[in-house]
Structure formats: C-alpha cells, structure tokens
C-alpha cells in the first residue's frame, strides 16, 4: 500500500479540514488517508473540545480512512516535538509515502528547500537565534527573525500552518522518512482567526460558538459536516463549566506542589514555576491564571502547555526516556474497511507495535508502557474534567469502533 499521512488535530473536524483530505487524495491518489491526531489534549496545552473517539469518527465520516492518537508526551508540546512525534508515527506504520499539511503558501518545493536548511542547524541561525531570545522575544518570533537573517524567505514563517509544516518536513528529513511533500493550500479564514471566509472557518471560532450549544446551531451548520454536527452536537464537550473545572484542579496543584515538584514539567524553565504559583494564590479563572504570570518571553500557548504537562505529569524525565528509548506506537482511534487494511499491513510491514485494545496491548508490550502510561492518565483526568467518571473516558475501557462498516 501507498498512503498519504496527516497530522492534525481535528478541534474540531470542519470543512476545511474536508478541503485537505479531498486534495491530498487528488494530487497523491494514495490507497489510504491515515490521520495521526492529538488525543484528549491538545497542543495549545488545553482539553480537546470533543474526546479523541468522537473527533476520529467525524474525520472518518470526513474522508479519512484510518486514525491514530498522537501520544500525550508529543501531542501536549512545542511545534518541533509535535511534528517530531507524528513523523515518527507515521514512519513507524510503514506504509506511508506522502506526507500532507495545510500551507499558506502552497509551495511544498520552497518549504521543502527552507526545512534543508533548517534540518542542518547552520551555526549562523543559532547564533542569531541566541541573540533574538536574549533579547525577551518569544520562542517564535526569534526563529523567524533568525531565519530571516540567514536568507529564508519571510513568508514562510508568516502562517501558522507554514510554521508547523516547516517542522513536519525537517523531520521528516531528521529521521530520514523519504515522504513526498503535499502542499495543500489553505483555504478561507487564518488560523486563529474570529472571522470566517469564501464557506471556511478556523477551529477556534469554531470552538467559541460551540460554547453555546444549541444557539449557535445554525452557524455551526455552515462549516461542520452535517454528520459531524449531528454527532457533536449530541456529545458532552469541553465548556465553560469544563474550563472551570480544569483550572480549579490545576490551581490547586500549584498550591499544593513546591517550586522543585513544579520546576519537573517538561516547559517549565528559567525558574517560571515561582511565577505560575504565585499567579495561583490570586487568579479566579484559567485565563488570569495565565495572564497573571504572563512574561515576554513566553507565548500564552507555551504558558498553557506549561500547566497541562504539570496536570498530566509529563515531566522532563518522562520526555527524556521516551526519547532515549524512542518510544512509539500506532493507537487505534478510528477505521473504516480501508483503513482495516492498512491496519493488517502495519502489522506485517511496520516498526511499531499497532495497538487497538490498550488494556490488553500493554501488558504484551511492556517497553512501550511509560509513553503509554502517560496516555491512560490523560485520558482518565479528561473524563474528570467533564464530570464523568474517569473509567467512561478510559482508555482501559474505550475500545475503537469500526466506522462505515
């Protein structure tokens, strides 16, 4: 089998995201759309507005054939470690030739050229960047500047989904994966954006008006798949109540924890944990809690990540040994027939285990435990926050269903 890998999040599956599956499947012709997507936590550093089940089975119902959960230790991180962890997994299936992403530019040949070089680490772009982080500026400000001054082209590092294309294909180099680049051009509303454009928009309005459901159904209609929305309309989704829920148990961990416990989260550096405490005492709301210890320095997303590793207990010993021992694994969220066969082959032909029945799978595949670990944890706290109990959001107890079978 040839298929084409997408790495995504699907928070939630929309239109545009229907665009991308549709001219990935136009331009590569693959026997198979797999779709490695965040689970119940997501690279914002917030819960999933939807769990990861529910969002598999609308990209099913979307045109992708298969769907598999990035592990939480890359899922919950920065650009680099979250393409770093969906390369890996999709190299790992072993079937997997092309590789598709969404671009403001387009132009998979000129990303491709600017990841060459960025892949290499030129000392040039080091030093620059060292000089732009001394100055205060954020994480991604700084590399595009010092990106700018060893002669890449702005533009690429203008867009989000340029950005994090630029990541997905230096992996795709560092580990030597040989995919074949498909640039899809995104359509409509930037990424972030509060407004909609030509029938598309962004996950992010998407999510404020699901807040309100069903008062917003209407809007909604215009941008989710009708299937889509007749599931997630149905389905308990992170809200308000939710975010508050979330940053009481996170409040109160950073009460409880001294700065040395708090210092273990995987982002949290330079002595921030003293700033994210303090922040703690005072904040009434998950927002302030950020805003209130918020630095120049680091973006509000980095600060949100911060908190959510420290929620799910990925610390910098988990990452470093998931890392050393190159941890990896195919986690089972969603299939249709075609997707079952790609499954078989993963089997036969791939480097990492498939896992479709974790309670069972991980007693059998004892090395991949302490990534896998971090997952069941994470997939129980998100059954907390929605006020269910944590064994209904279990991955001990949630099996994936076949779809369209």
């Known amino acids: 089998m040839k298929c084409a890998g997408i790495i995504s999040e699907f928070n939630p599956f929309h239109t545009g995201h229907r665009h991308l599956i549709d001219s990935i499947r136009e331009v590569t012709s693959p026997d198979a759309v797999v779709c490695v ?70 132009n998979g040949e000129l990303l491709m050229q600017a990841a060459s070089v960025l892949s290499r680490e030129p000392e040039a772009f080091s030093n620059a960047l060292r000089d732009e982080l001394a100055q205060g500026r954020s994480y991604p400000a700084a590399y595009s500047s010092a990106a700018a001054e060893i002669g890449l082209d702005p533009r690429l590092f203008s867009g989000a989904n340029d950005i994090l294309a630029l990541e997905y294909l230096k992996q795709n180099l560092l580990q ?36 309100d459901i069903p008062g917003n159904y209407e809007e909604l209609k215009k941008y989710l798949l009708p299937e889509s929305l007749e599931l997630l309309s149905s389905r308990p989704h ?102 079952a066969e790609v499954l078989r082959t993963a089997q036969e032909q791939g480097s990492i285990p498939v896992i479709s029945n974790v309670n069972k799978d991980r007693k059998s595949s004892p090395a991949i435990r302490p990534m896998l670990e971090v997952d069941i944890r994470a997939s129980e706290l998100y059954g907390l926050i929605m006020g269910a109990s944590p064994k209904d959001y279990s991955d001990l107890t949630c099996i994936p269903k076949p779809c369209n079978i």
């Open 238 to 339: 992170f809200g308000r109540t939710e975010e508050d829920r979330y940053f009481r148990i996170i409040s109160h961990m950073l009460q409880a924890v001294n700065a040395k416990e708090a210092a273990q989260a995987a982002e949290i550096s330079e002595g921030f944990e003293a700033q994210l405490i303090k922040s703690a005492w005072s904040a009434d709301s998950l927002d302030s809690l950020i805003m209130g210890a918020k630095i120049k320095r680091f973006t509000y997303a980095r600060i949100a990540r911060m908190l959510c590793q420290l929620f799910l207990g990925i610390t910098k010993s988990v990452v470093k040994r998931c890392e050393e021992e190159d941890l990896c694994y195919a986690k089972v969220l969603a299939f249709n027939n075609t997707g």
């Open 37 to 106: 997507m965040s689970g119940d936590f997501v690279q914002r550093g917030m819960p999933a507005m939807w769990d990861k089940y529910d969002r598999a089975q609308t990209a099913i119902e979307g045109g992708a054939d298969l769907v598999l959960e990035l592990p939480a230790v890359y899922a919950v991180s920065g650009a680099g470690s979250f393409a770093r962890g969906g390369v890996k997994v999709l190299k790992g299936l072993g079937c997997v030739k092309y590789l598709g992403f969404g671009s403001e530019s387009g």
């Open 176 to 211: 030597d994966a040989g995919f074949e680049p498909a640039a899809v051009l995104r359509q409509g509303a930037k990424h972030n954006s509060s407004f909609t454009a030509d029938g598309y928009a962004s996950a992010s309005y998407l999510r404020e008006l699901a807040l």
